[in-house]
């Protein structure tokens, strides 16, 4: 048997949770993927996994050669670069996870640039602010704002994103215009709430004085372009980014609120697993999205 292939299947089998999924991601049959893995348990003669019809669980002897193997390929693909040196091209599947506002504000407006450069990386984006399960959705990499919770990942901090608070003209004729933000705890105004938030945790600060405002929603949304769009429409009070808002503030569509009041800034990370085999392609995407953020947010950090 090719021991190095069935490592690889085996890897990929434990990191999508199902042999049809990696399958999908190694573009092979689910039969070779089993045929794979089962040379690979007789050549140890060990069982590395736990099949049901349902679920595929590793075994602890399996996580145990996983931690091994892993390393292992990344090992590998170091000493192959090492030796071709410049000649290797990154190429391959990259799959990506990043908020849709950014998707289509940032990321999506500036791929061509990143075609011409690494023409041989094919990226599968999903574009969404749901929470996701790197391993079990088979994603390399996800960018989310705010503070990555799981310790268990990799977090590479690649801006500081400047946050406004925002109301469509509509909104304000309607509610008048909040002076102090604790006028927004008045019966008069009302939020728009993110869901993805519990309540709003950007602190507001002015001379001295540090507040965190809420006030009442009746409507929460997931997702930032949805978002956007009810503000935009009237609906409540929003806390954007500034990338945001900037085109919207510029025709008039969202006027900006509390500007003399600093709102701390919400942190941008790129986060991956620390022990999924990091590629090349994915490497030097990060690189490439750290740049890109230098340009639209000079005050990274």
């Known amino acids: ?27 092979v ?19 590395l996994l736990n099949r049901t019809t349902r679920k595929v669980n590793v075994t ?28 290797t091209v990154p190429r391959g599947l990259l799959r990506v996870d990043v908020p849709s506002p950014f998707a289509n504000i940032i990321l999506v407006p500036a791929l061509p640039a990143f075609h011409a450069r690494f023409p041989e990386i094919q990226l599968d984006i999903g574009a969404s602010d749901r929470k996701v399960d ?3 959705d088979n994603v390399d990499c996800v960018v989310r704002g705010g503070e990555i919770a799981d310790g268990s990942l990799v977090a590479r901090r690649i801006a500081d994103l400047q946050l406004g608070v925002y109301a469509a003209p ?8 909040p002076i102090h933000p604790d006028d927004l705890h008045g019966a ?22 540090r507040i965190k405002v809420g006030g009442r929603h009746f409507l929460a949304i997931d997702d930032g372009n949805a978002y956007l769009t009810a503000g935009l ?7 954007l980014p500034q990338y945001m808002a900037r085109a919207h503030v510029a025709s008039g569509a969202l006027i900006p609120l509390f500007t003399d009041w600093r709102i701390d800034p919400m942190p941008l990370h790129v986060a991956y697993p620390p022990d999924r085999y990091v590629r090349k392609q994915l490497r030097v995407f990060i ?11 000079p005050q990274q950090r």
């Open 1 to 27: 048997m090719d021991k190095l292939e069935g490592m690889r299947a085996f890897v990929r089998v434990v990191e999508a949770g199902s042999f049809t999924k990696a399958a999908e991601t190694l573009d």
């Open 29 to 47: 049959s689910k039969t070779t993927v089993t045929q794979l893995v089962q040379q690979l348990e007789a050549n140890l003669r060990i069982k």
């Open 60 to 87: 602890t002897a399996g996580a145990a050669y996983y931690e091994r193997v892993i390393r292992l390929l990344a090992e590998l693909e170091d000493i192959e670069n090492n030796i071709l040196g410049e000649s």
């Open 134 to 136: 790197l391993i079990g």
């Open 170 to 177: 509509s909104y304000l004729r309607e509610a008048g215009m």
């Open 188 to 209: 008069g105004h009302r939020i728009v709430h993110y869901r993805w938030t519990n309540g709003l945790p950007y602190a507001m600060e002015k001379s001295g004085e």
């Open 233 to 239: 429409a009237g609906l409540g009070v929003l806390w």
């Open 287 to 297: 690189d490439w999205i750290v740049d890109l953020m230098a340009q639209h947010e």
